[in-house]
Structures are given as structure tokens and as C-alpha cells.
């Protein structure tokens, strides 16, 4: 199943703002039974959040986040059937919106769709990854009566393995246990890494002939990393705090960020050539990780009105140990995305130290933060890991293994 | 940027390179309220010249001492000058938001204890090692007599500690191993002599104005006017924690019990070490994962280990133990390089003392407190300490586990087990009840000795 990564920016009314934020102060409080945005019966969805950015300069406006299987109308269709009062009510507190008859529409129209987008566990739906965790802890729990009473050692990794099968063909519903598609088809594989080679190529064959052109850049470049002015005050605690009553409250966390872009052609279209190569690598990383990073759901940046850099990100664990990964795995890329918005850290050569500054990159970051004033997660237990894991129980669960792949297999419990 | 050499050490308080464990197995710690602005100042200026420094070869008492955030508003630090301090040290240990982070739930939350938090504040603490008891009882009078003599402090709370170098804490098993060197401090072969594995860790990780894993200083904090007040300095993390010795082990009993219900203390203290990650002895599991080779009171201070090459599955040392968890190594991400050099950014230097009696049986409540005065040292309470209790120790994810926090001093959530790796497959034991209780704490900054001076006269 593959999975869809946009948000939907709507204009807010300056006049309906307050009762916006309340109205979803209230879906927050109770995500799972409030009246409006009835979320867990949306069975396509595994991420989604709504955050209100507000600057002095433009209009308020409304970013509704999500993260879904398969395509917009398909997931729109859930959605309206399921929440059609909710979301009408949400959205008359924006403009260009009247009625619920163009709900959809409306909707539709003001899909954003990302520059470049990560997900973690490709090709695995929301439902599967529910049910795989069902049928890991049917397992788990099958194990700990069988050991109640025998020791683990009185079986060989085949016996035990064939009481697990046994059990699983025998008590366990086929929904849970029969073989899931391949993360991937072939063709999906294919393509982006086809792409991938193509771009480089063409990139590297340009960057060459095009010498003189890629030295003035170069010099360009600098010129501009001199001249930047980067953020050396520390975020405010007031700020900080705030951003922190809602965190670490499930296993994973949620970070939506808005950065203004550096003002002048030359850092947008920087920024959106940046963008383009991250999504190239995204889309050809087949580990699961963005840049090395293993405890991403979904994250993914937007450019907003050709001035404002938009990241959401769904992780795993505390906010301290993702920045933390960001500085230790993914600083160059990271640091060639951000280092076109104001304030980040001082810079070299678009990717050279940057996000390496830790205090201040970690004070930039708190510092562009928004509040998540809605978020929700399909799966508040599990990381990318254990989705991963839960995975590959279900996947080889039925089939036939060698003694050392069982032996692999029974690890992951 | 200067690198930490020994120059700096006659300006860093004594407690901060040593434990002084060695030559001083006795300790006090007394909690102090700053009652009379001008009177405290007097009695600082007096106490000032008794501070033990780094270069101060003592071998009767050390006394150091170490300020609150309330404290050095109270002494003259301007409102800017303060939020030039650490977010956790200017907000303090026991608000909600460190609470949740920390893990301070059930019977460890704050409104329960007993000091720090805001029903009974702390502003000044001093922490009084002696060679003896006799010299510890004296050192403790002459200090009592001198802070209700000063009429500008109140004794809070004075917390006596156990002696050492019985080293081993209340549930039985030897502590204080691993311990990072210092760059700059010259222990890198004490350290390896001692556990045969020494991990140099840049200065600033540890002491304020210097590099830290990342080349780059942690903020210096400023005050009286001056940016580099916080020099030499460091924050102290001061946790008291109650430990319910009668359940650690009757719990192990219980967990223990074949299917006539006999439980043999070999396999008590085997399932222990599994939750410690090192036999009684000390013995790390993974290097012996079998057996314990020594038998207590003889002590393995073993710490030539690693995770990657020799327990990657947990098979010796379960992924979630104690100090696996506390300690990570090389394990995390399936890349020993990596792993070591982000884990060093998260050290901490610890100097608690365990404090109460030693159970005379351990299955036995006995109604008597016992515990540990948890203490360590950090340049960065968020990166460091926090970070440790919140990203490793509570964390129920914490490298794909399910559903577990630190089967040692975790808090408990609904349904929490506890995996023990092994061949063909991992056993589970369930309902862990919470080994230890915080019954106190509070974040201190510890300033060096120039600091010190100003604090003491305010100018």
C-alpha cells in the first residue's frame, strides 16, 4: 500500500481565529471520542496534526497535516464520512469556505503537496501495522505460558518455532497471520533509484562542463554565508515550556516548524534544489531511515508562499534524543536544507558546520517550533523500529526457514 | 578555547575531580536555607577559606558547597544573568514539567518529599567528607555551630551517608564502576588500572568553559557582571532515593519459584544480575554471563566491555538492564561507532553514597529508610542527566523494547515486563514493582572557587 504525505493550508479569518483555537483545544483534549474528529475511526490514517502559524507579516493560516494510505480521495471520502460536521465546522473559521456541499473540494484545492517527504515504514498500512502488533502480542503472550511451565531451553529454535506456527494456524485469525504484500513493488524500487542515477549524472556532467558557472556559485555562496547573521539568543524558556506540556506523552513525538526563507532568489531556489536531492534520497532509501536516522513515522518540508519553510515530523522518543540524531547522523543534510532560512547557525559551503553547533542549533530549533494544537498517532506504542520488527514476525510467520533464520526470527520477539 | 589543564584546578571545587572516597569514607550533607541576606553573606566569607579546591591535598575533611538557582537570586544574580543558567537549574527539579520528564510519579512525586520541593525549598547545600567518623562528628559540629551562630542561614535538613569504600549499595550489589575520565585530569591510568577500561571524555562535558563533545562550549553562566562567572564551575544533581531493599528480593524470590515453589538463592541473585547487568560482585554478565566468578565480598571492578562484538542480543547482559540502559556503549543503532560517540555526549560523573543501614535481612521490611544520596555532575542537565533518566532509563521504547523501563530504578507503567534475552527465545517477568522511591532532590549550580569569593561578597 503506498502511503500519501500532504497538508492542507487554508487562510484563516483574523475575525474566527480564537474560536478555531478552541475548537481544536477541544478535539485535543479528547482525540479519541470528541464529537468532531471522530480519529480512530479513520482506519487509512497514521498521522495528523493541525497547527496555526501566525506572523505579523501574512494572514493566520490553518495547516491540517496528514499521513495516509493510498490516494487523497479515497482518504478525503473517509474522512468526510466519518467527520463532515468536524471538519465543515473547522473550516468555517476559514476563508473561501461556505458550505459543506464543496467540502471535498475545498479540501482538495488547497492540498500542499511536500518538496521532500520521509517515511518510515514504506508500503505498510496503518491497518497492518495495527493488526501485526495484535499478532505479536498473541505471540508474546504465548510464549510466557509456555515458559511458565518449561523452561526455554527444553526446546531447539525449530520446536519452539513449530509450537508458535501450531498455535498460530490453529488459534490465531488468518487476517492476522496471512502474508502481507512486499513493502514495495518493483517498479516502485526501481524508478526513484533510476531517477536518482539520471539526476546525478546530469548534475555532475553540468557541475563539470559548466565549471566558470559552478565556482561563481560557489563564491556566490559564500558571499551570502559571510554576510548571514545567525540566532544567538537562547529560545525562551516561557516558549520552551510551553512546547513541552505536550510532549512525552506517548511514544512518539510531534515537531511542526515554520522558518522564513533567507529573502532573495538565490536561497529559495537553493532551498528548493536542496529539497529536490533530499527527496531524491528519501525516496531511494530503502532502510528506512532518513539520513541515518531510524526514528522517523513521517516527516516532511513544504516551501509556503515562496517564503516560509514548513517541517513536520512524527518520531519517535523525547524531543532532546531526536535533535540529538538530527546533529549526530543528518547534520550535513539538515544543515543544507535550514542553512537558507534566517537565524540558523553559522555556515559553511551550504552543508560545513551549521547544525554541528549544537546549543545554538537546538535553541534555533525550539525557537521556530509551533505549538501542535491538534495531533494524533494510529499507533501511540510503537516506533519505526517496532513496526519494523512486528513486521517481520507477521511476514515470516507461516513460511518455511533454516535453522539459522529461525533462530534470527525468534530474536525479534 | 583553553583546554582544562592543572592551572584551572586550584579555581575548581575539590568534589568535582575527586570523590574523595579513598581517604574519606564518611560524608554529611546539610541542606541550608538562607534566612538573613546580609548575616549569610558574613558566614560565606567566613566559609569560603574551609572550600576544599583540586589542588588542596586534605586528608582529615573536604567540605564544598553548591548553590540553588533561589540562591543566587537571592545573593545579588540579576534576572539576566540567571537565565544565562541551565533551562532544568533555573526552573528547578520539582516542577510538572520535570516531574513527568524525570519520571516522579505514584509515591515519588514531589509533592511527597520530604526537601526541595516548594513546601521545603532549598537554597544552599554542603557536602562535608571526613576520614573518620570522629572527625566527621566534629567537622559536622564546628559547621552546625557556625550556620545557627550566623543568624543569616537555617539548617534545612543535614543527610548523613554511609561509609565507604562499602561501595556495594543497598540491594547487594558493587557500584560506582564505570566512572568517564575527565580530559585534562591526568586519571586516565588510575581509571584503567582500577576497571581496566578508561573512557576520556572532553572537559566540557563536565566542567563549565571548557570543549565539550562537540568542540563547542556549554553555555557559561554570568553574574556580577561578569561572562565568565560560571568558569570552573558545574551543576550538581543532588536525588535522594529511597531503595525498598525487602522488595527488590522478595520480588526475585517470588520470580524465581520452580513448580513446587522453591526458589534457590543462587537463582534469586542470577535473575538480579540480570536486572543490574553485573553479578553481586560486580562482574559484568556480559563477560561472564553464566556464573558469577568471584564470590562477595571480593569485588570485580571489571569495565573492559563492550556490547556490539560479544552481547549484541542481550544474551549476557538483557538489552534492558540497569546499566545497559544507563550506559548504552556501543549498542545503540546497530553501529558501535556511532553509538560510542553519541553516548559520550550523555555521561555523567557520579559521587553518591549510599545512606540508612544495611538490611540485616533482605526479605524483611524492617521499616527503617535506606537508600542512596544519588549525586553526579553534568555541564548540561538536559543533555546529560535528563536525558539519561528520560531517553534511556524510563524510556518503555528504549531499543525497540516493548513496554519496559529500568528493570532497577524505572517507574512502572500499566503491564510493564521485563525481557531477558537467551537461546531459543527471551523469557518475560511481569508487574515489576518500583524498586526505589525519590524522596528529594534538587539541581545545584557548584561554582568555582572565584565565583565563589563573588558570591560570598556579592560583588
Given amino acids: 500500500m503506498k502511503q500519501t504525505v500532504l497538508t492542507i493550508i487554508t487562510e484563516i479569518d483574523p475575525l474566527k481565529i480564537a474560536s478555531l483555537k478552541e475548537l481544536l483545544a477541544k478535539i485535543q483534549s479528547d482525540l479519541y471520542h470528541n464529537p468532531y474528529l471522530p480519529f480512530p475511526s479513520l482506519t487509512l490514517l497514521h498521522f495528523a496534526s493541525f497547527v496555526i502559524v501566525q506572523n505579523s507579516a501574512d494572514a493566520p493560516f490553518l495547516i491540517f497535516e496528514n499521513n495516509f494510505d493510498g490516494d487523497l480521495s479515497s482518504y478525503l471520502d473517509q474522512l468526510l464520512g466519518f467527520a463532515e460536521n468536524g471538519i465543515d465546522q473547522i473550516y468555517k473559521c476559514c476563508k473561501g469556505y461556505h458550505q459543506p456541499q464543496q467540502l471535498k473540494a475545498f479540501l482538495t484545492a488547497n492540498v500542499v503537496k511536500p518538496n521532500a517527504y520521509h517515511i518510515g515504514n514504506v508500503g505498510r498500512a496503518a491497518k497492518d501495522v495495527s493488526n501485526n502488533r495484535q499478532l505479536r502480542i498473541i505471540l508474546e503472550t504465548y510464549l510466557d505460558k509456555l515458559f511458565g511451565t518449561t523452561k526455554p531451553e527444553a526446546y531447539t529454535s525449530n520446536q519452539l518455532r513449530k509450537n508458535l506456527q501450531e498455535y498460530v494456524n490453529t488459534q490465531v485469525s ?38 566558470p558557472i559552478t565556482l561563481g556559485f560557489i563564491y556566490w555562496l559564500r558571499r551570502h554565508e559571510r554576510a548571514d547573521r545567525p540566532y544567538t539568543d537562547p529560545a525562551s524558556l516561557a516558549h520552551v515550556d510551553d512546547l513541552m506540556k505536550t510532549e512525552n506523552f506517548i511514544t512518539q513525538n510531534h515537531l511542526a516548524s515554520i522558518t522564513a526563507i533567507k529573502p532573495g532568489p538565490f536561497r529559495l531556489y537553493l532551498l528548493k534544489a536542496v529539497l529536490f536531492a533530499a527527496n531524491l534520497l528519501a525516496r531511494t532509501s530503502n532502510k528506512g531511515t532518513l539520513s541515518g536516522i531510524p526514528s522517523i513515522h513521517f516527516a516532511h518540508w513544504s516551501i509556503i508562499g515562496n517564503n516560509q519553510l514548513l517541517f513536520l515530523s512524527n518520531f519517535d522518543g523525547s524531543w532532546s534524543s531526536y535533535l540529538d540524531d538530527f546533529i549526530d547522523k543528518a547534520s550535513t543534510g539538515l544543515t543544507g536544507i535550514w542553512s537558507n532560512t534566517v537565524g540558523f547557525p553559522e555556515t559553511r559551503f551550504l552543508v560545513l558546520d551549521g547544525a554541528r553547533d549544537e546549543l545554538h542549533f537546538k535553541a534555533f530549533a525550539r525557537g521556530m517550533q509551533v ?12 516506533t519505526v523500529q517496532h513496526i519494523d520488527k512486528d513486521s517481520a514476525i507477521r511476514e515470516e510467520v507461516l513460511t518455511n526457514l533454516s535453522e539459522e533464520d529461525t533462530k534470527k526470527w525468534l530474536k525479534l520477539f | 578555547m583553553a583546554k582544562l589543564d592543572a592551572s584551572s584546578f586550584s579555581d575548581i571545587q575539590g568534589f568535582v575531580l575527586s570523590s574523595y572516597a579513598g581517604n574519606m569514607p564518611c560524608a554529611n550533607y546539610l541542606l541550608l536555607k538562607i534566612t538573613e541576606l546580609g548575616l549569610c553573606r558574613q558566614w560565606l566569607s567566613q566559609l569560603t577559606s574551609l572550600i576544599t579546591t583540586g589542588t588542596d591535598r586534605k586528608t582529615d575533611f573536604s567540605l564544598n558547597i553548591a548553590f540553588t538557582a533561589p540562591a543566587l537570586q537571592q545573593l545579588g544574580l540579576t534576572a539576566k544573568e540567571l537565565q544565562s543558567f541551565s533551562a532544568p537549574f533555573q526552573e528547578g527539579m520539582s516542577t510538572p514539567l520535570r516531574q513527568q520528564l524525570l519520571g516522579d510519579n505514584g509515591n515519588s512525586i514531589p509533592g511527597n518529599w520530604s526537601w526541595g520541593n516548594p513546601e521545603n525549598p532549598v537554597d544552599i547545600l554542603l557536602l562535608l567528607f571526613a576520614s573518620g567518623e570522629e572527625q566527621l562528628a566534629a567537622q559536622l559540629l564546628l559547621l552546625e555551630t557556625g550556620i545557627s551562630n550566623s543568624g543569616g542561614v537555617a539548617l534545612i535538613k543535614s543527610l548523613a551517608a554511609g561509609r565507604q569504600p562499602d561501595a556495594e549499595e543497598h540491594f547487594g550489589f558493587l557500584d560506582g564502576i564505570g566512572q568517564p575520565v575527565i580530559e585534562g585530569t591526568g586519571r586516565e591510568q588510575k581509571q584503567l588500572s582500577r576497571t581496566g577500561h578508561a573512557t576520556v571524555v572532553k572537559a566540557g562535558e563536565f566542567i563549565l568553559g571548557y570543549e565539550n563533545e562537540m568542540l563547542k562550549p556549554d553555555p557559561l553562566p554570568e553574574g556580577f557582571n561578569r561572562a565568565d562567572f560560571g568558569l570552573n564551575g558545574t551543576y550538581l544533581v543532588f536525588r535522594q532515593l529511597e531503595q525498598h531493599v525487602n522488595e527488590f528480593w522478595n520480588y526475585l524470590d517470588k520470580t524465581t519459584r520452580d513448580a513446587s515453589g522453591v526458589s534457590s538463592r543462587a537463582a534469586q541473585e542470577k535473575l538480579g544480575a540480570k536486572i543490574v547487568g553485573r553479578w553481586k560482585s560486580g562482574t559484568p554478565l556480559t563477560n561472564h554471563p553464566h556464573t558469577d566468578p568471584v564470590v562477595p565480598p571480593v569485588v570485580n571492578q571489571d569495565n573492559n566491555f563492550s556490547f556490539a562484538a560479544k552481547d549484541d542480543a542481550g544474551f549476557g547482559c538483557p538489552i534492558g538492564a540497569h546499566i545497559r540502559r544507563t550506559n548504552p556503549r556501543d549498542s545503540l543503532f546497530n553501529d558501535p561507532e556511532v553509538s560510542l560517540r553519541t553516548v559520550k555526549r550523555h555521561r555523567i560523573i557520579r559521587r553518591g553514597r549510599s545512606y540508612g543501614d544495611r538490611s540485616a535481612n533482605v526479605y524483611i521490611n524492617d521499616g527503617k529508610e535506606r537508600g542512596l544520596h544519588f549525586i553526579c555532575l553534568n555541564s548540561n542537565i538536559e543533555r546529560q542527566f535528563e536525558f539519561i533518566q528520560q531517553s534511556w532509563a524510563n524510556n518503555p521504547s528504549f531499543d525497540a523494547l516493548n513496554n519496559e523501563t529500568d528493570p532497577l530504578i524505572g517507574q512502572r507503567n500499566e503491564g510493564n515486563v521485563f525481557s531477558i534475552q537467551g537461546c531459543p527465545a527471551r523469557t518475560r517477568i511481569h508487574n515489576l514493582p518500583e524498586f526505589v522511591t525519590t524522596k528529594g532532590g534538587a539541581y545545584f549550580f557548584m561554582p568555582g572557587i572565584a565565583a565563589l569569593k563573588k558570591i560570598a561578597t556579592g560583588a
Fill in chain 1, 174 to 211: 488468518p487476517a492476522l497471520s496471512q502474508p502481507l504484500p512486499p513493502h514495495q513493488t518493483f517498479a516502485e524500487k526501481l524508478m526513484p533509484q533510476v531517477w536518482k542515477i539520471l539526476v546525478l549524472a546530469l548534475a555532475g556532467v553540468l557541475a563539470i562542463a559548466l565549471f
Fill in chain 1, 371 to 382: 505549538p501542535s494544537l491538534v495531533w494524533y498517532c494510529a499507533y501511540p506504542d510503537l
